[in-house]
């Protein structure tokens, strides 16, 4: 005997048309969004080194300049290309304790800063304790 068995559907949910009305409802919320200025901005002006006054002397510090074509000077000393290690390992023997300061043109290029970084790691000394300044060109007059 065959007796009819009703075929089972699968329950299905309409994706599609929810697609559709979530699409509607953040289109609306888009379009209705108002964003606000905010005006309550607190504004901070920060003192710079000029307008602090100080009782202290900073140290004074050696000063490694370099140019944007990539010449060296060490307090005014000119280095040849590929002796800035061996200046600087003779440079502390002469003035054990002495400080230095870096003094880069904007217009260095990345490598040529890295290779001094790279001398003084040789030298012995600990890239921290150089500070760095970037020279800005100086502005034409209006």
Known sequence: MHFHRPSSK???VPIVPMIDILFILLVFF???TTFKKRRDILRIEL??????PSDQISDAR???AVDATGRVTLDSLSVPE???QSYLAAYQKENPG????LEADKKLPLELLLGIWDSLTKA???I???PARIKMPDKAPD
């Open 10 to 12: 699968r329950a299905e």
């Open 30 to 32: 888009i379009v209705s």
């Open 47 to 52: 003192p710079t080194v000029r307008e602090v």
């Open 62 to 64: 050696s000063v490694i």
């Open 82 to 84: 590929g002796l800035l």
């Open 98 to 101: 002495r400080k230095l300061e």
């Open 124 to 126: 012995g000394i600990e």
């Open 128 to 130: 921290k304790d150089v």
